[in-house]
């Protein structure tokens, strides 16, 4: 895989009603690493020789979609980009018995008997967004030992490396962005993950069913094309996590899960997000 020494951030002021459409169009495009900070959000790309059309159809729908709309964009080093992460990354409390904390923070400074350690990097999950903290929520729910666990989407490895923490015996973990690989590598070597974690970078994975749980975090654009890709592949009586949805999509999403052999049993929200645990029939 060919490191990428530079990347194109961008921040985007954009009204508020507007705001998680103009984020969901930025992740549709390629957009990595979306952090929201007051009413300005920043999505960043891999500086090469796609990023000026991209940028352009970006900066187009934004202007269909709010005409005051601002953008801002600038170069980052990769070696700076860890820097930048340090202003706002904190430690982050999922649960009484949970916390995901940066790199740089003391372990022996955290009570909590689950600790996830994440480098912040250029890929979705580190723990701050609802949508993983409702399904980092689920996992210590469901996960009681020795479960085999499917992780759709990846990102940064941040919830199929705490299945493993919480008791599960192996994380099958599926991502098709082969920027993330280098990043969720770091993250196993930080987590003592040496074992059970088993990586597919690929739109077409060798899947080994049937799973115990799986948890799928992925945008609707993204997610609703590749959910019926795995409905089978849990067996009866298992647990499947699917998150990364805004509340407002909840009836078109319940209308796609009630084609699956999944069977709703709770939901989840967070602020504007919902997240679902379903039963297998």
């Known amino acids: 895989m060919n490191r990428v020494s530079q990347w194109v951030s961008v921040d985007v002021n954009i009204d508020e009603k507007h705001r998680e459409v103009a984020m969901d169009f930025a992740l549709a495009l390629g957009g990595l690493a979306i952090v929201e900070k007051d009413c300005v959000f920043q999505v960043s790309y891999p500086l090469d020789n796609d990023t000026q059309v991209l940028l352009g159809e970006f900066k187009a729908f934004l202007r269909e979609l709010d005409s005051v709309a601002s953008v801002s964009e600038d170069v980052v080093n990769r070696e700076n980009w860890n820097k930048n992460w340090q202003a706002f990354f904190k430690p982050t409390e999922i649960t009484a018995q949970m916390v995901v904390l940066p790199e740089w923070e003391d372990l022996t400074a955290f009570p909590h008997k689950i600790k996830t350690r994440i480098r912040p990097a250029m890929a979705f999950g580190t723990g701050t967004h609802e949508t993983t903290q409702l399904c980092l929520q689920m996992l ?20 199929g490396i705490t299945a493993l923490h919480l008791g599960a015996a192996q ?93 709703i049993i709770k939901t989840y929200t967070k602020n504007e997000w919902i997240a679902y645990l379903c039963e297998v029939k």
């Open 140 to 159: 210590e729910v469901c996960i009681k030992g020795q479960e085999r666990v499917l992780d759709i989407g990846t990102g940064s490895g941040i919830l």
């Open 171 to 263: 994380v099958d973990a599926i991502e098709n962005d082969p920027f993330t690989e280098e990043n969720i590598e770091a993250n196993l070597e930080l987590n003592e993950i040496t074992s059970g974690f088993d990586l597919q970078i690929t739109d077409k994975p060798l899947l080994n069913p049937p799973y115990d749980i799986m948890v799928v975090n992925i945008i609707r654009s993204r997610l609703f094309p590749i959910l019926p890709n795995y409905f089978n592949s849990v067996r009866s009586g298992g647990q499947v996590i699917v998150s990364g949805l805004l509340a407002s999509e909840d009836i078109e999403t319940r209308n796609l899960l009630n084609t699956s052999p999944w069977k």
